[in-house]
């Protein structure tokens, strides 16, 4: 006995479980294309945005602020040398001194037309740095001792690495 295919073209009738569940599939997968769109658009704004910001609102490390371009400029090597974080003991016009946080040796700069004093990423002036202030110096000096050394650089409240 053979059996018969049916080769209708005619649908079979669905129950209405089956109906509500392919419209639920239908609506799921609609939501995620609309999410994954959503997050595209999102980042593609975000980008622009960052770009928009321009190079001056960009935040800044303290090798940023500091201008410290090699790896060696910042350790202390050669001609430049760098007094970690301190805190201020005294200031003037002409010289700040200094406390090392590291070793506790006290050192004190120089302060002349060419130091440069920044504070959260603008210029600032020695009238701008307290006693107990935290700081970083950046000196060069021709000699190893302390009455040669020049601040260059002086970077107020610097951020501290977690």
Known sequence: MKKELDVSNEKQPTSPASAEKNRFS????????????????????????????????????????????????????????????????AVSETSISVKNQRDNAETTYAINGDTRIISK???ATYNDIKVGDKVMVTASSQSDDAAGKTAERILLDPPVAP
């Open 121 to 123: 990423g603008t210029d």
């Open 26 to 89: 239908k609506k799921m997968a609609l939501y995620g294309v609309i999410g994954l769109l959503v997050v595209i658009i999102s980042f593609i704004g975000g980008m622009q945005f960052q770009k928009g910001r321009g190079d001056d609102k960009v935040q800044q490390t303290p090798r940023d602020i500091l201008n410290l371009r090699s790896p060696d400029s910042f350790t202390g090597r050669g001609m430049r040398h760098n007094a970690g974080i301190s805190t201020v003991t």
